[in-house]
């Protein structure tokens, strides 16, 4: 059994711009991605997380993780992404060396 | 001085009905610190629910509406709805401590409509027997969506001036569309429909009137607990955005009095029609405007109009508007 | 000639019935791109709630049935499921482009049964007042459990066959138990045996009843906006699966229509029974077939009969079917 | 002997009422392995729902109460709750193989009181027809407050002695708080508040008393699922927990309709509120206890007081507890 | 405070099959495993995250984290997950190497 | 682009002690932090992560991440949340090196 190294991708922010960010890792070419629902702290103020009534749901945060195979790809959805979104809405992005299996399905 | 005393016996009346009490009843449990919680799926579920009855029941009264009765209260809606938005980026382009962007926000916030208002509105005006036409709810739209556009447009002309680019043009049929498909407007337009076209009087009598009440008491609960949750919110913000939520409502609510005045004269509009229509211009959009904002004005602060709106705007308008225009409505038409 | 004038007259004053009103309105506000949504543990709740009053009442009025009555009923129940899947599996076995295990899943799908759709049938015979026996819907596991283990033992011989690997015995009891265990069967069996060993009378005319028409109304919202939701899904694979979901409920009811006739003529099964059941059989399983398919036949991709069940199959059934059959019953039982 | 067969016959008899039909149907189904699930967020609001009403009803009873009536009975639930921790808490420390923390803590949880028991209660007396004080409930906090609250300085003081340390001042205020704040307690005082002071009478009469019983139903319905699924749990810890979990409920009620006869004789407190007074005691905390204790005893392991309490402690307090305490009720006074 | 180099193996797959995995993890003698909600999107199409109703719940995804303390068993839990699983069923796999506190938990 | 640097330490406990670990957090300054639910199996038993009804819902457990500059600050987080609540309560912390992208954030 090998393992391959990728990079993962993760970008934790408004769960409002989830669709948005999607489409630029699909453009990017990525195989695929996850996301969780998340809550959190940063420099926007407290995001909900708990399943307790919101009036306005929206405004949780996702975190979404993108694993591709070369780091240049990666550089490239976080940059998109910041440039498209972090001016106005909450935002972090971070990357990490992993080691995958099946190389073929990134 | 009499209708003073008349308001604020009322008033404390009111206070007792369960529409009220409930909701003061959450912001009383949220200060304390309780750990009471109503699930996010039961609150949504409760908003399509009231909806859903408002509509069906607006939509089966549509049927054999008089269609001119409702053009001038449509018409109406319209000019208050972007009235508010214009009086509001006005006066907050006056205090220069104020982002323009989130001046422009929240006017457009409380130029929309919120459906826990509206719904509380209804209930309490049956409670006081005052009949009103059934489709004043469908009001909703034509007050709401010119109210975001405009101040999605204003904000948008406001960037392009200030970034000095050329004039991109703003598309205003994807606002519409976004509010549109919104879950609020979408359950009382659904619901509208599906009394005009379908026979849903059934389940109208057998499920959504009987617990209408009872569900009402549990989302007024919710906003009482939201109310008080996102007062830290509002505090981050300058206190001129808590000042304007408390007097705007009942300014609003007023100006809307005085046009639904002249649609009553002009075209027989009912005096639970012209408190019910105040309502709608007093009340601020607390589920479907503020993403619909967010998305369109992303530079503006959401803190600013979520916590004006969440925590002193809607109280104040179902708290006092409400039992004002009641009031109001009881000694202008003596009803 | 004439039936067909009384069967679209019908069919246009059913799409006025709240039941099909409601679904219609999912697939309109699916397809206009609503973000109105019922949250998920709602519809949880609601498919346990309808479940638990036709357990309920199914199982107070056993407690008296005839067991006669029942048997030739409950042996066509299990006639109809198994073949249906012998046939959806010939049929898929003729189109080369539709991999075999695709074809057999979806049979099994359609084979097995519809909660939703079975709910639906029951008010819109309350509502046309014909009568059916209480037991009816406890036909549901003797054609939906046969169904979904003569699909996955078909799928699991082929497999054998293919891999031309010794034969290994496919075990039974595994899927009934899983069947059993679903939150749909479960639900339903639970109220049978509480109908049958307690005295829930009081609930069920206090609560189960009186909100049954009522939350059916929100599930089949539900299943309308499902039904549009997985068109997308429908439109990956191959045509064959849409052609497939459209005439075989139509198909599969008039089969079990036909036989029910016999039991109305050998043991006196009512009309309303005879019409239920081709419900029953039109009808294919979207709740707890799909999670046992998924499991019993991993090889075959969920796209294909989860698609044509959700979005083609069930919307079939209960616009197409259900008055069709009452119609058809009508007709052959004027009643 | 009579008694003995009266009381037989009444549990028969009340196995059959849907409470508790539905609480022995939940382990039934958890135990043959169903997927079936009430969500979370519905078990939420039905907690929520039973409590408001019950606090509604009694807040608007209180209004008229005599208040020296419920004095003593209030007295009482004190002595209560402090004797079963003191008593349990010795019990335990007799056991070596018991660490003493876990056995305080689950004297704690059976001190305090449980929300679903209280209701199944009120349910199972009306259908009696034995009447009580509607402030009998309000008795709750008076019974688990000061039960979570010894339990937790007993736990402290144990911890400072074993570790030597200088004495540390507990500090009472904010387990108090704790208790109040959590979601159950809160939504009764919370009802009872809005019972006192605002007119909830038309939605107590809609909403919250029709749908009563059948929301109890499912919770019951939960309660089983839970305490059969909890004994994995329990299974894990000494084999006291289980033998104290299934005779305590029986004991406390005992002394509790002890004391209850006495407020009977002294001041007229009626036979259903002995009863009731009886099961409260005979409870144990199920929701806002355990994080209550988990957070001030951390060193205890709940799954030594979760396993008992919801594995048997509930199951005994409802199915055996309140047949017999109604069955020695009618027995007693002849009611 | 001394950290330990550990190894993180995660796995996103099908909520349906999570209990499966869940116990090849336990026979390789892993002392533990964290499991969360997810969504996603990969060659087997678009997963749900939403709380929307869906007809068929256990079809959304599972993100699954195990800490071992070697690499070899690490592999070896991918592996046989891979094995049993991957060919009809949809899922990643990767590791990735991290420093935990209080070894003896792992 | 530049990427930095930085360190992500993970804390995987009871949602009960959610809120003391935040501030713990907060106090050590960092910049925020995120919160996901979650569910699993560790010495003190398995975990719920599902929606099924609990009459204990503040038993199950959440993954709290937060991304820091320096290894020292990630290694005092983890050590003053396993001193004050990992003798009692259930719990595991990690930390693993990532890059980030706007290193102001954090
Ligand atoms: N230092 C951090 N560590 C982990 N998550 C963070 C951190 N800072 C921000 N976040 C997450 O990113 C979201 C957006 O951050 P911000 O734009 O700073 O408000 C927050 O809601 C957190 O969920
Ligand atoms: N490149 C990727 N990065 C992150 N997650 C992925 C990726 N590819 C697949 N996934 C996740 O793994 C699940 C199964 O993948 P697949 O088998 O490709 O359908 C998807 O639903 C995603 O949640
Ligand atoms: N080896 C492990 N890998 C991943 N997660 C773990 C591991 N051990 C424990 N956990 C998580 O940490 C929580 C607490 O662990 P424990 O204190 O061992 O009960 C568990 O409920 C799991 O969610
Ligand atoms: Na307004
Ligand atoms: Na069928
Ligand atoms: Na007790």
């Known amino acids: 059994m090998t393992l391959y190294s990728a990079i993962k991708v993760v970008i934790i ?31 926007h103020g407290v995001r909900n997380i708990s399943d307790r009534a919101a009036v306005i749901d929206d405004f949780s945060d996702v975190r979404i993780e993108v694993i591709v195979t070369d780091k240049e790809r990666a550089k490239s959805i976080m940059k998109k992404v910041a440039e498209a979104y972090f001016n106005e809405y909450a935002g972090i992005t971070y990357l990490d060396e992993v080691e995958v299996l099946r190389l073929s399905k990134f | 001085m009499e209708f003073i005393v008349d308001f604020l016996t009322r008033l404390l009346m009111q206070f007792q009905t369960p529409t009220l009490a409930f909701l003061i009843g959450g912001m009383l449990i949220a200060a304390v610190g309780s750990n009471l919680k109503i699930p996010n799926a039961v609150y949504q579920f409760i908003v399509f629910f009231l909806l859903m009855k408002i509509g069906l029941k607006g939509g089966i009264e549509i049927r054999e509406a008089n269609f001119n009765e409702m053009f001038l209260p449509a018409l109406f809606s319209i000019i208050v709805g972007i009235s508010i938005v214009i009086a509001g980026t006005l006066v907050f382009s006056l205090l220069s401590s104020v982002k323009r962007e989130d001046g422009i926000a929240t006017a457009g916030l409380f130029g929309a409509v919120s459906a826990s208002s509206l719904a509380a509105a209804m209930v309490l005006l049956e409670e006081e027997s005052i009949h009103f036409e059934a489709w004043v709810p469908a009001l909703y739209p034509f007050m709401d969506i010119p109210a975001l556009i405009l101040a999605i447009v204003l904000a948008n002309l406001h960037r392009q001036r ?17 509010s549109l498909q919104g879950s609020a407007l979408s359950a009382l337009l659904l619901g509208i429909v599906l009394g005009l076209f379908a026979k849903p009087e059934s389940i109208l009598h057998s499920f959504y009137e009987p617990m209408f009440r009872g569900f009402l008491s549990v989302l007024m609960l919710v906003m009482g607990m939201e109310a008080y949750a996102r007062l830290a919110e509002l505090r981050r913000v300058a206190h001129w955005f808590a000042v304007y939520a408390f007097f705007a409502p009942i300014i609003h609510g007023l100006f809307a009095f005085g046009l639904g005045y002249l649609a009553h004269v002009w075209v027989g509009f009912s005096a639970g ?41 809607t109280p104040v308008a179902i708290v006092i508007c409400i039992p004002l225009f009641i009031a109001l409505g009881q000694q202008v038409f003596s009803v």
């Open chain 1, 13 to 43: 922010t408004e769960k409002m711009i989830a669709k948005g960010i999607c489409n630029i890792i699909e453009q990017e070419g990525a195989s695929g991605y996850t996301i969780m629902a998340a809550g959190g702290k940063g420099s």
């Open chain 2, 162 to 178: 200030q970034e000095g680019s050329g004039k991109k043009e703003i598309k205003v049929w994807p606002i519409v569309k976004d």
């Open chain 2, 273 to 313: 029609g012209v408190i019910l229509f105040s309502v709608i211009a007093a009340s601020n959009s607390d589920i479907s405007g503020p993403p619909t904002l967010r998305a369109g004005i992303p530079s503006a602060n959401p803190s600013s109009y979520i916590g004006s709106s969440t925590s002193i705007g």
